[in-house]
């Protein structure tokens, strides 16, 4: 926020009390450049690593025909040690640009890792694939692949506990991909489904949505039986509130919804 009581775009640990009561951990916050949007903290199942995304970090000259909506600057993945104090560690090659091949815009939102396999799934927001990478002890991440998807938006993903599905929220086109991780470093798309509900197209200039409302956070039960959505209104004057839903999709014994 502007004004004399601005701060910088940062990440930033807490120790949380039986009673639920956080309290900052000194000297854990790490500065990231001013407009570098950090979307997103991961941490890695054994609790060692944090990831990150930093939307909008490293200027890029846009391509022709680029859209109007979207700032000209590349979106960075970040990773960092745990240290036993709390404290950060910026990983040895991050923060690194994202790794879509050309001409799709290099934009990540949404991370999410393998519950037993050293990867990690990152949503290439802008190219309409999800990436994995592996990663190292010292945070150190490698790029793999770009899984396509038929969805639009990638913008958050959840892994179920046995690490053989992934989902994925699809905020321009309204809906959910399915993808099998049989072969967990080479997810494949099996289903996209279009969620149900209100809505209508949006009109007039181009935007990043098409809908007047888009999915973004989600969620699987304890069991991984359910699939929670949830989707909010894409209007700036709040004249879709029904469009601000909880999606509630079943979970077939094949993972799909």
């Not at 560690?89 to 939102?109: C, D, E, M, R, S």
């Not at 888009?214 to 509130?241: I, M, R």
């Amino acid at each position: 926020t502007p004004g004399p009581d601005a701060v910088a775009p940062n990440y930033t640990g807490f120790r949380v009390a039986g009673n639920g009561h956080l309290s900052k951990i000194p000297h854990s916050t790490i500065e990231v450049g001013a407009g570098t949007d950090p979307t997103q903290a991961l941490i890695s199942p054994d609790g060692k690593l944090l990831f990150g995304s930093d939307l909008f970090t490293f200027p890029f000259p846009p391509p022709p025909n680029f859209p109007p909506f979207i700032p000209p600057f590349a979106s960075a993945l970040q990773s960092f040690r745990i240290k036993p104090n709390g404290r950060l560690v910026q990983g040895p090659n991050t923060p690194q640009p994202a790794q879509i091949p050309p001409p799709f815009p290099p934009y990540i939102l949404g991370l999410q890792v393998h519950p037993t396999e050293r990867l990690l799934y990152v949503g290439f927001v802008a190219g309409n694939a999800m990436g994995t990478y592996s990663y190292v002890d010292t945070g150190a991440v490698t790029f793999h692949n770009a899984a396509p998807s038929t969805g639009l938006g990638i913008c958050w993903i959840r892994v179920n506990n046995e690490g053989t599905f992934a989902y994925t929220s699809n905020s321009t086109d309204n809906s959910i991909s399915t993808y099998s991780l049989a072969d967990p470093f080479n997810p494949v798309e099996v289903q996209k489904v279009d969620l149900k509900g209100p809505k209508e197209l949006l009109g007039g200039a181009p935007a990043p949505v098409l809908f007047t409302t888009s999915p973004f956070q989600l969620s699987l039960d304890p069991a991984g039986k359910f699939l929670y959505v949830v989707s909010h209104e894409n209007t700036v004057d709040d004249s879709f509130p029904e469009g601000n839903a909880l999606h509630i999709l079943q979970v077939g014994a094949d993972g799909k919804l």
